[in-house]
């Protein structure tokens, strides 16, 4: 049983920058694929970036150059690092993880557990 506690998020101003944290329970987390994703009001939740047991990471072209996904496996934490922020930024995020070391991806279906998400506003 893994289980996903995430931390972080808040409102900003564009041109901001957020960190987002979750802590992973489980002995086996640094074999895991680990991933963010969020969901606006009338949208479907959309994959914002992948990490996998060798760092390899994966992201949305929404993201890319702005977010850095990054795991720290001594501390079981997985972050998203999120600069010069946009109000298209806003939204809930999810920290969530699948039992596999590598093909990551970053599609909902594919993961087995989720945090239990948080805020991010970010405001004109």
């Known amino acids: 049983q893994v289980q996903v506690v995430q931390s972080g998020g808040g409102s900003e101003q564009a041109g901001g920058s957020l960190r987002l944290s979750c802590v992973a329970s489980g002995d086996t987390y640094s074999l895991y694929c680990m991933a963010w994703f969020r969901q606006s009001p009338g949208k479907e939740r959309e994959g914002v970036a992948s990490?996998?047991?060798?760092?390899?990471?994966i992201y949305a072209d929404s993201v890319k150059g702005r977010f850095t996904i990054s795991r720290d496996n001594a501390k079981n934490t997985l972050y998203l690092q999120m600069n010069s922020l946009i109000p298209e930024d806003t939204g809930m995020y999810y920290c969530?993880?699948?039992?596999?070391?590598?093909?990551?991806?970053?599609?909902?279906?594919?993961?087995?557990?989720w945090g239990q998400g948080t805020q991010v506003t970010v405001s004109s």
């Open positions: 969530a993880a699948l039992p596999r070391r590598h093909g990551c991806s970053i599609y909902a279906a594919s993961y087995n557990y």
């Open positions: 990490i996998d047991s060798a760092f390899s990471t």
